[in-house]
């Protein structure tokens, strides 16, 4: 079950996909890991999706790697009288704390954080900015008085943005905690939180997580991006969520945002993950539109680790040909003659640590002499991830005792996860990794790899060795 491709495939479940035969013919067709949106999902049906996904795994003979996306605190509206209203330019309405229902004029806001934080001049986005309502005053803590900026319907229990305000609220709600620790009793491999404003909101689930998944910030809002470095630092990944980032920010700013974000994850050496409408016609069609054909190549051109399918995968008319189509892409993408010299372009100088310069080294040496493979034996994941920030030409194996690392590398660039035990000495170094390369199809018997390890064997954080080795003439055998 060799990729022929680099960057990997996030594919959401949901009623589309949550079966069993359908989750196996999704990762055949190249999902690399599958997300399970906890908006939509009880702590029963995540236990059944973990067991559907363990079992294919079973099957092909491969790690996968599962993602448990939290919901966050969603801000909403109250109830109204008459279900909703329309309410037109220029006119004012307040969001208040009475919880009377709400009518043309007023409705209960069921935040009251929120009330004390906007100030006058913040924008409140109704609906995912369907409407915009901007405030004029405030009552204290008791009322907020907007002026309706742009004209629409406001209804019962509709989303509130603020893309102005920092609302002093973790990332984390009462039903966040609950399903964090379903997750990790369920056992994925990694929690994307939602709504991260700074790098503080990341604390809370990494003292509930204590590193036993990896922890993806989803940015999605102007507060996270005027932090974004200190996320970035704090957090294990990082997500581009296009969507609601998208609802707090003027539109022509997402593309760039993109960018930024994805180099700066580049350079740190952190899995990100662009996501949100990359194929939003196939929910529908069994073809893509040419701008979203387009939309997915420039995140693999980038350099992106995963692409994510959300709607597409999970609830869409043809879950199975949307992944096999961005597959498709992103193949084409990294065949495409300009894609090294893109991808290279944008290559950060190493740190100045042993593992640095022990990945720089290697990924040199890989291409200088166009050897087969790279094979790192890593178990914290480290070596993996700094061989994988420099993005080297030759193909990428981790070897990795730990299940649960192998299953976490899943979703990082170029990565061909196998779990192994580690080795003993260096004669089993180089045997274990000459004949994984072959069994995996990534190298013939007479091509050369090159191997990363470290000495003492079995030391976490301890690779300080190249070593250039043959595929022998009976790579099957006993070495």
Known sequence: MRRKRRVK????????????????????????????????????????????????????????????????????????????????????????????????????????????AVEPGHRLLVDDGKVRLRCVSKDGERAVHTVVEVAGRVSDRKGVSLPDTTIPIGAMTEKDRADLDAALKTGVDWIALSFVQRPEDLAEARKVTRNRVGLMAKIEKPQAIDRLAEIVELSDAVMVARGDLGVEMPVERVPGLQKQMTRACRRAGKPVVVATQMLESMISS????????????????????????????????????????????????????????????????????????????????????????IVCFTMSGSTGLRIARERPFPPLIALSPDPDMARRLTLVWGLHSVISEDAHDVDDMVARATRIAFQEGFARPGQRIIISGGVPFGTPGSTNMLRIAFVGADPHGEF
Do not use: C
Request: aromatic share 4%; no cysteine; charged share 25%.
């Open 9 to 116: 495939i996030v594919a959401t479940l949901g009623p589309a996909s949550g079966n069993r035969e359908t989750i196996e013919k999704l990762f055949r067709a190249g999902a690399d890991v599958f997300r399970i949106n906890m908006s939509h999902t009880n702590h029963a049906r995540l236990a059944e999706l973990v067991a559907m996904i363990r079992d294919t795994e079973r099957a092909v003979g491969r790690p996968i790697g599962i993602l448990a996306d939290l919901q966050g605190p969603k801000l909403r509206l109250g109830s109204f009288a008459a279900g909703g209203y329309d309410l037109k330019a220029g006119e004012s309405f307040t969001l208040d704390s009475d919880l009377a229902p709400g009518d043309a004029t007023r409705v209960h806001l069921p935040h009251p954080e929120i009330l004390s």
């Open 286 to 373: 069994p073809v893509p539109t040419r701008a979203e054909v387009s939309d997915v190549s420039i995140a693999v051109f980038e350099g992106a680790d995963a692409i994510m399918l959300s709607a597409e995968s999970a609830a869409g008319k043809y879950p199975v040909e949307a992944v096999a189509m961005m597959d498709s892409i992103a193949q084409e993408v990294e065949k495409d003659p300009t894609y090294r010299g893109i991808v290279a372009a944008q290559r950060a100088e190493p740190e100045a640590t042993g593992a640095d310069a022990i990945s720089a080294a290697a990924r040199q040496i890989g291409e200088t002499l166009n050897l087969a493979a």
